[in-house]
């Protein structure tokens, strides 16, 4: 397999996992594009009553974690759909007691109230579905059960030049070469090596 950075071997070609470029995925992306971040966001917290907390879950990029968290953004995509603006959720941490989840909704833009009330406004309807969910019947290993009480609380709208918003987009092995980049409309991640931005270096091919 001549596939790097997790990039799959087809039989003729690699196919390479996101913000990967090159035949064999070799190269980061000169540019990965995180302007959902600049929407409104809040985070909440959810137990989940029908897990353990097992050490795989400390690892992002072990199947067990990437299952969890696969199936519990299902699960919240089912609650909040009739949630105004819903844009899907992104776990931040998963931590003890059975398993506690602390994530974030995206949301789109508002449009006519003020965007504090009506952030304020969504964050009482994320947090109503949540607790007016059904619990599962089957309560087996392949269902989330939401505990009730979970926290919520809205985001700051700044924070957009820490590089940490870059590490959970960047190829695992060029994490630490990106940082955030401001444009009038977008918010992206760049290197050095990114082109026609301020202190940017000729990389030729690498």
């Excluded at 790097?4 to 087809?10: D, F, R, V």
């Excluded at 089912?78 to 603006?85: C, Q």
């Excluded at 974030?104 to 304020?120: E, Q, S, Y």
């Excluded at 087996?140 to 870059?166: D, I, K, N």
Aim: net charge positive.
């Amino acid at each position: 397999d001549p596939c790097q950075n997790g990039g799959h071997w087809t039989g003729t070609f690699c196919l390479c996992p996101p913000n990967t470029d090159g035949a064999r995925c070799q190269f980061g992306a000169s540019t990965i594009n995180i302007t959902a971040e600049l929407g409104p966001s809040i985070l909440m917290l959810a137990r989940v009553t029908n897990r353990n907390f097992s050490e795989d879950l400390r690892d992002t990029s072990s199947p067990t974690y990437r299952s969890f968290v696969d199936e519990f953004s299902r699960t919240m995509d089912r609650i909040y759909h009739n949630v105004s603006g819903y844009g899907g959720t992104r776990v931040l941490t998963l931590t003890r007691g059975s398993v506690v989840v602390n994530y974030k909704v995206m949301l789109h833009p508002p449009a006519g109230d003020k965007p504090t009330t009506n952030l304020h406004r969504r964050a009482r309807e994320l947090l109503d579905a949540a607790n007016a969910a059904a619990q599962p019947r089957n309560c087996s290993h392949s269902a989330v059960g939401l505990g009730r009480g979970g926290g919520v609380r809205t985001s700051p709208t700044g924070g957009f030049s820490s590089p940490e918003l870059c590490r959970k987009h960047a190829p695992a092995n060029f994490i630490q070469y990106y940082y955030p980049y401001r444009t009038q409309n977008s918010l992206l991640c760049i290197t050095n090596c990114t082109l026609n931005v301020p202190g940017s270096i000729n990389c030729n091919s690498g």
